[in-house]
């Protein structure tokens, strides 16, 4: 009976406190309540989860926030297939809006067939590891390693490593998530839209001789593409630049008389180089200098 | 007596620092050959970033000649030292050319003069007992001087220390540490007098009342001979410390000679210490009486793989192939590596050139190579023998693991960028794990990703 004397009162304490704090936590959900449009949610689950950045905001979360908002058009999202933005768009009663298919390209085409190596790199199997270490051994100072760290980067699948130890970019697995931009040590990696079809696959800082030396499609600085379309591309630091700023007058007439190929039209999935371009039979990689 | 004292670990007992290595020495290839001059070759290389900070600024142009010693680039700030013609001759051109670290970079091509006799002929004597400090610091930049050990940091920015530090001790390191290399040994030996000048203006340059010169005991010839040479007054003294690995680094020096720890991330003067390299004292010493700058540095080309290893004195912007040439090197295919084989930078190109902060060149047969190294990377069993070796008290194998899985960012609050990468936790580990290799790819990750999101 004592026991129970000296219970009760703790009890009947401790229901009270649990009745006054839960009248004042049904009070607060009341009055702080915050109203959250409930189509973000279900824009969310539209989106694919893939939480790549790829549209320009930190997450799916974010980006199903910004086009109930009305901020974004949904085709912004670059990993969902058409029809699903479509499907968002229909829900949310919004244009699908106009986006142009923006993909990765790689400013090398100096594969194990046409470039020369220096040096054989042993040692952590990742292109930051062999750029820390002498640079790697490619004779070339600012082509493609081959290590494949952009390959790993990709979350899509996107890039493989072709036989000549190059990625290659799979525009229709491509999102342009900037993964691949930021793991390449050697910033050879760029976003572009694919409407931009005039391209420089070197990023060599030589001219003549010195730069065929250490690859046979390296850009010598000749100039004959900036002669023969001098408005869009010019020459800078040894070194064709396009301007994309007026890629409507950019044509492959730019292409034809490069005479490694270094400048090249790029189709869908496919590289077009000028006719005057010398042709690579090789298929085994070059030597190394000196063994 | 011994008995007892030998009980306590040597860093109780003062005098050394705690964890490290004792790698193989090999100085026994160069350590009895007297410093010999190099012959000029008949193109220099110089590039216009020496240094550590911003590349110098070229004040010639191609076609004009210049005289030994004359400058022909600027410093271009603070952060950055002159750069002087090491022989005369014509300038060629100004070009890019490879680099031991791998990129091009831009570089200023000298024709030597064929059948000119390269004698001295340019610089003035001056009175450095009577500059003033700033003065002093100013010559300093002016000389070009950079840390000849290695890191190649300019000189007069390691003299020009915060005004709320208080500098009352410089430590001169003449420990040399790294297998292989001697450089520092010959010049203690040969060049004592210029040590000891070298030191003075240093102490005056930071109004310090006292220097300590320290070396190992694998090198007491070198203390010998400079102790022969001291001031009468006793400001400089020579203190002999046990041979071991890293003992030439910053942090390891301060705590061996005068028992002090420099703060993470701080500079020595934090606890009132300027350190300085021996070959950089002793370039202090002979060039500022003389207005003169460097044009050339004392190299140790060593290692199994070469005919000739000797300490050699080279005009800086002399090419790797040319010094190989002329030594003779066995073998095809080789390991060639810039500085010791513990912190060095293995290079790519033969068309690397000398630079201020070369002061080893060592090459490695195939064979040499496999004979020490474990032929797979094995997995990480914590066995903790980094972690015994670190002279930093990181944790190198967490931080590895940490690394594998790439949580660059993750690794900063291990301490990362206190890891002066010297190398102790690959050279034990049983797993043949590299983890400095890791460690380099994580601050590059980490410094990238961080300037990224800076732009953003």
């Known amino acids: 009976m004592a026991l129970l004397e000296q219970v009760t009162p703790a009890v009947i304490f401790m229901v009270a406190l649990g009745a006054v704090l839960a009248i004042v936590i049904a009070l607060a959900v009341r009055k702080l309540y915050v109203h959250e449009d409930p189509r973000i949610d279900e824009v969310e689950e539209m989106l694919p989860a893939a939480n790549c950045g790829a549209c320009g905001y930190p997450g799916c979360r974010a980006f199903a926030e910004a086009t109930v908002k009305g901020e974004a058009p949904p085709s912004k999202c670059t990993v969902n297939s058409?029809?699903?933005?479509?499907?968002?768009?229909?829900?949310?009663?919004?244009?699908?809006?106009?986006?142009?298919?923006?993909?990765?390209?790689?400013?090398?085409?100096?594969?194990?067939?046409?470039?020369?190596?220096?040096?054989?790199?042993?040692?952590?199997?990742?292109?930051?590891?062999?750029?820390?270490?002498?640079?790697?051994?490619?004779?070339?100072?600012?082509?493609?390693?081959?290590?494949?760290?952009?390959?790993?980067?990709?979350?899509?699948?996107?890039?493989?490593?072709?036989?000549?130890?190059?990625?290659?970019?799979?525009?229709?697995?491509?999102?342009?998530?900037?993964?691949?931009?930021?793991?390449?040590?050697?910033?050879?990696?760029?976003?572009?839209p694919v409407s931009h079809k005039l391209w420089v696959a070197c990023k060599n800082l030589q001219e003549g001789d010195a730069a065929l030396e250490e690859c046979e499609v390296a850009c010598n600085a000749c100039g004959r593409c900036a002669m023969d379309l001098p408005d869009v591309i010019r020459m800078e630091n040894n070194l064709a630049v396009v301007d994309y700023s007026k890629n409507d007058m950019a044509s492959p007439v730019a292409i034809e008389r490069c005479p490694t190929g270094a400048i090249v039209w790029l189709e869908k999935d496919r590289v077009i180089k000028g006719a005057a371009a010398k042709k690579i039979v090789r298929k085994t990689p070059l030597p190394i200098e000196g063994e | 007596m011994s008995a007892i004292t030998h009980a306590i670990p040597p860093f109780l007992r003062g005098g050394t620092f705690?964890?490290?290595?004792?790698?193989?020495?090999?100085?026994?290839?160069?350590?009895?050959?007297?410093?010999?001059?190099?012959?000029?070759?008949?193109?220099?290389?110089?590039?216009?970033?020496q240094h550590a900070g911003k590349p110098s600024v070229p004040l010639v142009y191609p076609g004009q000649e210049v005289v030994r010693g004359e400058p022909i680039a600027r410093a271009d700030g603070f952060m950055s030292v002159p750069l002087h013609a090491p022989a005369t001759g014509v300038i060629k051109k100004i070009e890019l050319i490879p680099t031991a670290k791998g990129p091009r970079k831009p570089a200023?091509?000298?024709?030597?003069?064929?059948?000119?006799?390269?004698?001295?002929?340019?610089?003035?004597?001056?009175?450095?007992?009577?500059?003033?400090?700033?003065?002093?610091?100013?010559?300093?930049?002016?000389?070009?001087?950079v840390g000849l050990g290695g890191a190649a940091f300019p000189t007069h920015v390691k003299l020009s220390p915060p005004p709320e530090h208080n500098v009352d001790t410089i430590l001169i390191n003449g420990c040399e540490c790294e297998p292989y290399l001697t450089t520092d040994h010959r010049l203690m030996i040969e060049q004592p007098e210029q040590l000891v000048k070298g030191t003075q203006i240093l102490m005056r340059a930071m109004q310090a009342e006292r220097a300590i010169i320290g070396t190992e005991d694998n090198k007491q010839d070198a203390a010998e001979a400079i102790r022969r040479v001291l001031p009468k007054d006793g400001s400089i003294t020579v203190k002999v410390v046990p041979t071991k690995y890293p003992q030439g680094a910053e942090k390891m020096l301060a705590k061996a000679l005068v028992n002090r720890e420099i703060p993470s991330g701080g500079y020595p003067s934090a606890v009132g210490l300027g350190v300085y390299n021996v070959a950089t004292t002793?370039?202090?010493?002979?060039?500022?009486?003389?207005?003169?700058?460097?044009?050339?540095?004392?190299?140790?080309?060593?290692?199994?793989?070469?005919?000739?290893?000797?300490?050699?004195?080279?005009?800086?912007?002399?090419?790797?192939?040319?010094?190989?040439?002329?030594?003779?090197?066995?073998?095809?295919?080789?390991?060639?590596?810039?500085?010791?084989?513990?912190?060095?930078?293995?290079?790519?190109?033969?068309?690397?050139?000398?630079?201020?902060?070369?002061?080893?060149?060592?090459?490695?047969?195939?064979?040499?190579?496999?004979?020490?190294?474990?032929?797979?990377?094995?997995?990480?069993?914590?066995?903790?023998?980094?972690?015994?070796?670190?002279?930093?008290?990181?944790?190198?194998?967490?931080?590895?693991?940490?690394?594998?899985?790439?949580?660059y960012e993750e690794m900063e609050d291990y301490h990362l960028f206190d890891c002066f990468e010297c190398g102790c936790c690959s050279y034990v580990c049983p797993a043949g794990i590299p983890l400095v290799q890791y460690f380099r790819v994580s601050k590059a990750m980490n410094r990238d990703l961080k300037s990224k999101a800076a732009e953003k």
């Not at chain 2, 009486?289 to 002399?318: C, M, S």
């Not at chain 2, 295919?333 to 513990?342: D, K, R, V």
Request: glycine share 12%.
């Open chain 2, 108 to 145: 200023i091509i000298l024709a030597v003069h064929p059948g000119e006799s390269q004698e001295m002929r340019y610089g003035a004597p001056r009175d450095i007992d009577t500059m003033s400090p700033e003065d002093i610091i100013r010559a300093v930049q002016d000389a070009g001087l």
């Open chain 1, 82 to 192: 058409p029809e699903a933005n479509q499907e968002i768009a229909d829900f949310l009663g919004v244009a699908l809006g106009q986006q142009e298919k923006v993909v990765a390209r790689l400013a090398c085409a100096g594969g194990t067939h046409v470039a020369k190596m220096r040096a054989r790199y042993a040692g952590v199997d990742s292109c930051r590891a062999a750029v820390a270490a002498g640079g790697g051994g490619k004779a070339c100072a600012w082509g493609c390693l081959g290590l494949g760290d952009c390959d790993e980067s990709c979350t899509f699948d996107a890039i493989y490593m072709n036989e000549f130890g190059l990625p290659v970019v799979i525009e229709d697995k491509c999102t342009a998530c900037n993964d691949c931009v930021i793991a390449c040590p050697l910033d050879l990696f760029s976003l572009h």
């Open chain 2, 282 to 407: 002793v370039q202090i010493g002979a060039l500022l009486p003389w207005q003169r700058g460097v044009i050339e540095r004392v190299v140790t080309v060593t290692g199994p793989g070469i005919e000739k290893p000797g300490n050699y004195l080279v005009a800086i912007g002399t090419p790797l192939r040319f010094i190989l040439e002329r030594l003779g090197f066995r073998g095809s295919s080789q390991y060639l590596i810039t500085g010791g084989p513990m912190m060095g930078e293995t290079v790519s190109s033969l068309d690397v050139p000398i630079t201020k902060g070369c002061g080893g060149f060592l090459v490695l047969r195939p064979e040499d190579v496999q004979e020490q190294s474990i032929p797979q990377v094995y997995p990480c069993i914590s066995c903790g023998k980094c972690v015994e070796a670190c002279p930093l008290y990181l944790n190198p194998c967490q931080l590895g693991k940490l690394a594998v899985k790439r949580r």
């Open chain 2, 18 to 49: 705690a964890h490290g290595v004792h790698p193989e020495e090999n100085k026994h290839y160069t350590a009895g050959k007297p410093i010999q001059r190099f012959p000029f070759p008949r193109e220099l290389n110089l590039l216009l970033s």
